[in-house]
């Protein structure tokens, strides 16, 4: 069911925000390509994409290179910053937010950025228009796989060569994978439902996106990863029906 009403346990991927030169035209291109709505803009120019109402992800302004930045649920956002420079990580963004819900951006010991939420979250997820998968490429796979242990008391578990699963303590299925590094930078690669992966990949070229990686079939479901018209990076994804879902 793509509709969440629980609160988000620690450790699982919860939020993605979009940090974007133009909201307003990055909202046009993600309506076409992944349908989404968003919400009249807030006092910073800040928008929340929606799904038949709910809350699925967010854009921000921002005079930074457009990217996107995956954000993990904590029960307490100081504790978690504290393991992060004990582990080797650096804060990247002081703690904003407040009214229950705070976040920060931190660096893992590669350099690879990740959003700590507490409170709040997505309320559409694992359906299309939502949250549905997430992949570290890593520098470091070893020290990506020690440092995210350390702080958000993941495990790993290998699949092939030096690419793996990771599960939040006591969720039911993986939440995302760390793996080896593909482009030129680490970073975490975020996944989007849709119903049909070439038709999304159709949409987002004549929105003026591009293609990074052609739409594909793998045993995990159909893919393509897409650029944005300012460069940020989106995977669209359909599972195989009936595969389990990282708990959401």
């Known amino acids: ?16 925000h979009l940090d974007t030169p133009d909201p307003e035209a990055s909202a046009a291109f993600y309506a076409a390509t992944v349908g989404w709505a968003t919400a009249p803009p807030g006092p910073d120019g800040s928008r929340v994409a929606t799904v038949e109402g709910h809350a699925a992800a967010g854009l921000a302004r921002s005079d930074e290179p457009a990217r996107w930045t ?19 990580g650096r804060v ?15 660096a893992d010991p590669t350099g690879a950025q990740v959003g700590l939420l507490q409170g709040g979250g997505a309320d559409w997820v694992n359906g299309p228009g939502g949250l549905a998968w997430e992949d570290l490429r890593s520098a470091d796979p070893a020290a990506s796989t020690a440092f995210y242990a350390a702080v958000l008391g993941w495990t790993w578990t290998s699949l092939f060569e030096d690419y793996g699963t990771v599960t939040a303590p006591d969720a039911p299925h993986p939440v995302g994978g760390i793996g080896p590094l593909w482009g030129s930078a680490p970073g975490w690669l975020v996944y989007v439902g849709v ?42 994804f359909t599972p195989p029906a009936g595969a389990p879902q990282p708990e959401r």
Do not use: I, K, N, Q
């Open 1 to 16: 069911m793509p509709l969440r009403t629980r609160p988000w346990p620690a450790g699982v991927p919860c939020w993605a």
């Open 195 to 236: 119903a049909d992966v070439d038709a999304a990949v159709e949409a987002a070229t004549a929105a003026g996106g591009s293609v990074v990686t052609p739409a594909h079939d793998s045993e995990y479901g159909r893919m393509a990863l897409l650029a944005d018209p300012h460069g940020a990076v989106l995977a669209v």
């Open 70 to 88: 995956l954000h993990v649920a904590v029960d307490d956002l100081d504790a978690a910053l504290a393991r992060v420079r004990d582990a080797g």
């Open 92 to 106: 990247v963004r002081e703690p904003w937010g407040g009214e229950g819900t705070r976040a920060a951006v931190v």
